[in-house]
């Protein structure tokens, strides 16, 4: 079955580190997207992907780092120059813009 | 700018209907999508309207109204798993799609 994977699904990240979040999809969709979800908020676009090799900042980019080498992986690193890291990540894909196909999510934790 | 406002809160009857307003201001606007969200789970796509009018889909619709920059989502025949959290989704010319932070359904019984 086709569908977009996220690991891990739960993720501890001491103050000062940097974490890698990853992002697979087998769904042959062109565009990616990692979101960021707080609590009781909407969310919001850190860096999308369009085609291999190319990304934009989204609206909250600082900090974060992606990269786009395949088609399928969009990882995404939360560097230690991100001060509230601690939150909900949603990675998602999409054919054409009309509807994306969301992963299940990490939620990480700096301890 | 953009901007997106739509209701924190709505709370209706298990079998009753339920509206979901959406009141949006983008630039180079393309359409209207519906997401729905479960506590702690991903959200999923329900709508997309690209024209003015009304989509069905099932149980829900979604209506778009571009002269007045405005949508809404409507729920029929509540079910308790209608309970989580809805977006509207505009989407610019910039192929990017806009949450807002959405409205949480309540579902009494």
């Known amino acids: 079955d086709g569908g977009i994977t996220q690991s891990p699904k739960y993720l501890f990240r001491k103050e000062g580190q940097n974490v890698t979040l990853s992002c697979e999809q087998n769904?042959?969709?062109?565009?990616m997207y990692w979101y960021r979800q707080d609590p009781g908020q909407g969310l919001r676009l850190i860096y999308y992907?369009?085609?291999?090799?190319?990304?934009q900042k989204g609206d909250i980019a600082e900090g974060y780092s992606v990269s786009r080498e395949k088609k399928e992986s969009f990882p995404l690193t939360v560097t230690s120059a991100q001060k509230n890291p601690t939150a909900f990540y949603l990675c998602?894909?999409?054919?054409?813009?009309?509807?994306?196909?969301f992963g299940s999510g990490t939620r990480l934790t700096v301890v | 700018g953009q901007s997106l406002e739509q209701p924190s809160e709505v709370t209706a009857v298990e079998g009753a209907i339920v509206q979901i307003n959406c009141t949006y201001q983008?630039?180079?606007?393309?359409?209207l999508s519906w997401y729905q969200q479960h506590d702690g789970g991903a959200p999923t796509f329900l709508s997309y309207?690209?024209?003015?009018g009304l989509e069905e889909t099932g149980r829900f619709s979604s209506f778009l109204s571009r002269s007045d920059s405005y949508g809404y989502l409507l729920l029929q025949e509540l079910q308790m798993k209608d309970s989580a959290s809805y977006f509207c989704?505009?989407?610019?010319?910039?192929?990017?799609?806009?949450f807002g932070k959405g409205t949480r359904l309540h579902i009494l019984p």
């Open positions: 992907s369009q085609i291999v090799n190319d990304f």
């Open positions: 309207n690209g024209l003015d």
């Open positions: 769904l042959n969709h062109d565009a």
């Open positions: 989704a505009p989407l610019n010319r910039d192929d990017k799609i806009i």
């Open positions: 998602a894909s999409s054919m054409s813009v009309v509807g994306y196909t």
């Open positions: 983008t630039s180079g606007f393309y359409g």
